[in-house]
């Protein structure tokens, strides 16, 4: 099935500070998905990416699909103790099965 | 959130017992999954379900059986709880577009 690299697995952050994620794949996607989990809590859907080349945008929050829909970016500009959790990409493998990368965990210090 | 329940929310176990963990959704989707999540591994799928009485085995399927009966209801058996199998154990299900909507877990300990 496919794969998905998802980097870096933790991200320590003075709050006020930006974030990246990154999230690739060996095979050309169909679209990307991101997820984030708060510390004790389930994941939850943030976005969907479909375009090549797609952004799109939440606040603070840049998503971003790779021109090659081989690889995909969260960005969190300016981040709050609230940010914090790991995010999560997920890759659509088709009839319904997603495939989940191994997260990125975020920690933001006041 | 959408209307997805877990039940039990916790449990401790012995080697050896069997378990059934309970699924019970209100949105009437066609969907349901079985992840669990350990630390360096992310979601990892058990068993998914695409019907009722359909179902299908995930990366993770050894050690785990699972039944669906009703549309609303996805159980999830260890039929003998090893130590390996402790974990946090997310259901979801999913709408047309793809989009996983998760349950809020159970998390399991096996003595």
């Known amino acids: 099935g496919q794969q998905v690299m998802q980097i870096p697995q933790y991200q320590h952050v003075q709050e006020g500070e930006d974030f990246t994620t990154y999230c690739n794949s060996s095979?050309?996607?169909?679209?990307i998905q991101w997820y984030k989990q708060r510390p004790g809590g389930h994941p939850v859907f943030l976005i969907q990416l479909v375009k090549s080349g797609e952004v799109k945008k939440q606040k603070r929050l840049t998503f971003q699909f790779g021109e090659a829909k081989k690889n995909s970016s969260l960005h969190i500009t300016a981040t709050q103790t609230t940010d914090v959790g790991t995010y999560f990409c997920a890759l659509s493998g088709g009839y319904q099965k997603v495939t989940f990368g191994t997260g990125t965990k975020l920690q933001v210090i006041p | 959130d959408a209307g997805i329940t877990q039940s039990p929310r916790h449990k401790v176990t012995e080697t050896g017992t069997p378990v059934t963990l309970r699924c019970h959704q209100t949105e009437n989707h066609r969907y349901m999954y079985w992840y669990r999540q350990d630390p360096g591994h992310g979601l990892r799928l058990i068993h998914y379900?695409?019907?009722?009485?359909?179902?299908d085995k995930g990366e993770v399927s050894d050690g785990y059986s699972v039944s669906r009966s009703k549309t609303e209801d996805f159980l999830l058996t260890l039929e003998s709880a090893t130590s390996s199998q402790t974990s946090v154990y997310f259901c979801a299900i999913s709408d047309p577009q793809e989009t996983q909507y998760f349950g809020p877990g159970t998390r399991l300990l096996v003595l």
């Open positions: 379900s695409y019907g009722v009485k359909d179902t």
């Open positions: 095979t050309t996607l169909s679209n």
